[in-house]
Structures are given as C-alpha cells and as structure tokens.
C-alpha cells in the first residue's frame, strides 16, 4: 500500500499576490505544530528559495518545469520532487501565476503544469480586489485548484459572503489574512531582494495572524500519495568520493545558485569550498575548477573592483573558470554597477558589461554548441534561461540560444582555453553529461 504525506501547492494568479508571504507563513505554521517542511519552488528562481531556507530551516528544491519537462527529461521532475521529500510536510510555491509558462504555449511549463504531473492539490492566493476574476481566471485551462486564502481582507467584510462566494465556484476558503502594511516584502525586478534580518519578524506576525483564520483539518486533507517505484525514491543519490576541489563563489553579491547543483557536483566527486570574491584575498588553495554563480555583482561592484588581490588570483589562475550571468560580468576587463559607472573586472573576457533600462533576452532558451568546450560538446543541448538588466560587448558566440516559443535566437557564451563563461544560468541534473564532459577535460588536464 502506498504511503501518503501532507502536500499541496501555493499559487496565485499573478506575481505581487502575496504569495511568497502566505508560503512562508504556512512554513512557519507548520513547523510551530511541530512538523519539518521539505518546501519547492516551481522555475529558475534563485531568491524565494532563500526566504524559504531561512524559515524552513532546510534548503529549498526548484521544481523547473522547462529543464525537467516530462516529454524532454521524462519522469525527472518526479524523481527529484519525491526523491527531496524528506519532510513530513511539502509546500511548492508557484511561480509567478498559476498559468504562467511559455509564453503563447498555454499552460505548458507553468506552476499548474507541475501540479498536475504530481498530482498536488492548489491553494490559491487570492486579493481581495482580485475575487471578482478568480472564476474566469480558472476557465481558461484545467487545473488542481481546490481552495483559498484570502490576502488583504478589510476589516469589516463579510467573511461568511466570500466564503459563499467561493463554494459557489467549488472552491473552500481555507484561510484569509487582514490588510496590513507590516505585512510586505520589498520587491526588485520580478522578484523580491535577498532576505533581511527583519524576515523573521514580518513572518512570525503573518503566522500569528493567518493561525486564527486557517482551517487546520482541511489542510490535513492535502496530500500527496508517494509511489513505490523503482525509479522515484525518497533515498539520497550515492555521493562519490572527493577528487576535485572547487572553488564556489557565494557572497552577498554571489548567491543565486540551484541546490539541486551542488549536490549533483558532489554526487559527482566535487568537493565544494565556498569563499568570497569581495572578502577574500585570494582563491582557495589547490583548487581544480573555478566557479562564479550569479548574483548581484552590479550592487557591490566597488567592493568587488578594489579587491585587486582577489582579481588578480583569479586572473592568473591556470584552473577552468565556470561562470553565469553574474559571474561573467564580473570578468569583464570593466563592468557597469547600477548607477551605470564603470569598474574594474577580472580581465578575462575582453569586453564591458554595461546596464540597460530593461530585461534583456529574458526567459526559457535551449542552447546547442557550436564546438567541444570544457562543459559542452559539439552539437549537444541543454535548456537554460537568462535573466538580467544587462548586456555585454563580448557575448560570445560559442553556442546558439533559441527561445522556447521560438520567437528569439541569438549567439552567446564565451568558450575558449579553460573558460566557459555567459549570461544564461546552468542546471546540472537531468544534464549530468556536463559533468562528464568537465572530468574528461580534468583528466586530459591532469594527464599533460
């Protein structure tokens, strides 16, 4: 017989609902019962799975619709969902709205899509301003919506009204929280920024609140059966044993890195050894690969351009250099900081980074190389995304970018000697053979 767990998703139906709040809220909720959360978070989403940590007390898992599409990678967004769920509890966070994937695909790699491929039920987020559009909304495809918390309730509402109101729609009011300017996070981009000291707070009053409205039994009954299958197991991957350091840059202008990818580096034999290119001197010693994540170099590009030391380190360096979107930047000869004045960079891509007044080349895109690079093939694929307000003089044109709705192409990454180096983000499981290919070349290197 199959065993079962408490699981459901948070969605809305678009960004700025508060549902990151209410998600973190609900953690929160929970671990006070005394219960462990393993919490998601749908798509490439690098600061909401800090909110998470942060209150959950354990890392968060991207559940990513487009690298681990089922007719692309099939049966992987299973493995990895179960495979986390450690906890007694899992809560996914959706990204952006309910239905929002590929753009002019439908529903296709949206927070729904994962829903359904897991079989989760959905609570949506809802404003109160919003009510009146939540049942065209949810005519527009099918779904695994079955109840309601309610955000920014005026005082003086009538909570049986909306209660009504949403049985009509058959839907359950599972929880509501009243207007409160205390409760906001401060926003950037789509997003919000990284995590402050006064989270706890703002999450401890939301808890507080939310606890006096929320329907305990009925989210009891949001569960998640967890199949005995052979292919999708709770038990944790075998880790190989270390044989290459890396040097992993993770600061306050470092920091958005997938889970998921250190522990597919380990599984892989990498020992990973953490340090900061604002802080620290020099990279660490005896150090077999170099990589720098993405983050927000722009916010500390004076610090980053007077660490000399540490630019210097990394410029002589004889050791392959990974680097996405804010890493690349950052080793620019200059790059811009977001006032748009110039800073010194590492040197080695010989171009600048520059800011400009919107996104550029955003979303999906599924990358081919054009030659054997140290963590590509020539011809082989893998998905990824770019994300970011600023472009480059010096792209590169070692892979071609394809949008996933095939509306956008272009050429990008740096690949030559030891670097492979641009703005779209990487994802290792599911595209292990990039590890592969990057220990061949550490042989080969070894070998010489």
């Known amino acids: 017989m199959n065993s079962k767990k408490q699981a459901f998703m948070v969605s809305a139906m678009?960004?700025?609902?508060?549902?990151?709040?209410?998600?973190?809220?609900?953690?929160?909720?929970?671990?006070r019962a005394g219960k462990s959360v393993s919490i998601y978070k749908t798509g490439p989403d690098y600061i909401d799975t800090m909110y998470?940590?942060?209150?959950a007390g354990s890392p968060s898992t991207n559940l990513d619709p487009y690298f681990l599409e089922p007719s692309f990678k099939p049966g992987e967004l299973k493995k990895l969902f179960f495979r986390n769920l450690k906890g007694d509890v899992a809560i996914i966070e959706g990204a952006m709205g309910l239905f929002d994937g590929i753009y002019g695909e439908g529903k296709r790699c949206s927070a729904c899509s994962v829903s359904e491929e897991l079989n989760v039920d959905v609570i949506m987020v809802v404003d109160m301003?919003?009510?009146?559009?939540?049942?065209?909304?949810?005519?527009?495809?099918?779904?695994?919506?079955?109840?309601?918390?309610?955000?920014?309730?005026?005082?003086?509402?009538d909570i049986n009204m909306i209660r009504s109101r949403l049985n009509e729609l058959g839907l359950f009011l599972i929880g509501y929280l009243y207007?409160?300017?205390?409760?906001?996070?401060?926003?950037?981009?789509?997003?919000?920024?990284?995590?402050q000291k006064?989270?706890?707070?703002?999450?401890?009053?939301?808890?507080?609140?939310?606890?006096?409205?929320?329907?305990?039994?009925?989210?009891?009954?949001?569960?998640?059966?967890?199949?005995?299958?052979?292919?999708?197991?709770?038990?944790?991957?075998?880790?190989?044993?270390?044989?290459?350091?890396?040097?992993?840059a993770y600061d306050e202008a470092f920091s958005f890195t997938y889970e998921e990818n250190i522990k597919v580096l380990e599984e892989y034999g990498f020992e990973i050894v953490?340090?900061?290119?604002?802080?620290?001197?020099?990279?660490?010693?005896?150090?077999?690969?170099?990589?720098?994540?993405?983050?927000?170099?722009e916010l500390y590009a004076?610090?980053?351009?007077?660490?000399?030391?540490?630019?210097?380190?990394?410029?002589?360096?004889?050791?392959?250099?990974?680097?996405?979107?804010?890493?690349?930047?950052?080793?620019?000869?200059?790059?811009?900081?977001?006032?748009?004045?110039?800073?010194?960079?590492?040197?080695?891509?010989?171009?600048?980074?520059?800011?400009?007044?919107?996104?550029?080349?955003?979303?999906y895109i599924e990358i081919e190389a054009g030659s054997d690079s140290i963590l590509m093939k020539r011809n082989q694929r893998i998905r990824s995304?770019?994300?970011?307000?600023?472009?480059?003089?010096?792209?590169?044109?070692?892979?071609?970018?394809?949008?996933?709705?095939?509306?956008?192409?272009?050429?990008?990454?740096?690949?030559?000697?030891?670097i492979f180096a641009g703005f779209p983000h990487i994802y290792l499981r599911g595209y292990e053979f990039l590890l592969q290919n990057l220990i061949s070349f550490l042989e080969r290197k070894k070998d010489v």
């Open 179 to 195: 207007f409160d300017t205390d409760f906001y996070i401060e926003s950037r981009h789509l997003g919000l920024y990284e995590p």
């Open 385 to 418: 995304h770019e994300f970011h307000y600023y472009d480059s003089t010096c792209n590169g044109d070692y892979a071609h970018a394809i949008k996933a709705n095939k509306s956008k192409e272009w050429d990008c990454i740096n690949a030559h000697n030891n």
């Open 198 to 248: 006064d989270i706890f707070n703002i999450v401890d009053k939301v808890s507080d609140e939310l606890s006096k409205t929320l329907d305990f039994t009925m989210l009891e009954n949001y569960y998640v059966e967890i199949p005995r299958d052979t292919d999708i197991t709770t038990e944790d991957l075998t880790i190989n044993p270390r044989k290459y350091r890396l040097a992993f």
């Open 129 to 157: 301003d919003e009510l009146d559009n939540l049942s065209a909304y949810l005519q527009s495809f099918t779904h695994c919506v079955k109840a309601v918390i309610v955000n920014k309730v005026e005082k003086n509402t």
């Open 274 to 297: 953490k340090f900061s290119p604002v802080h620290d001197k020099k990279l660490p010693d005896n150090i077999d690969l170099l990589w720098l994540s993405g983050g927000y170099p």
């Open 14 to 31: 678009k960004s700025g609902s508060g549902k990151t709040l209410i998600t973190l809220g609900l953690i929160n909720i929970l671990k």
């Open 302 to 363: 004076r610090e980053l351009s007077s660490n000399t030391a540490m630019l210097d380190s990394i410029y002589d360096s004889d050791i392959p250099i990974i680097a996405e979107c804010g890493g690349f930047i950052y080793l620019h000869k200059s790059f811009e900081n977001n006032k748009g004045e110039s800073f010194k960079g590492v040197g080695l891509i010989d171009g600048k980074a520059f800011k400009t007044k919107k996104l550029v080349r955003f979303g």
């Open 52 to 55: 998470h940590e942060k209150i």
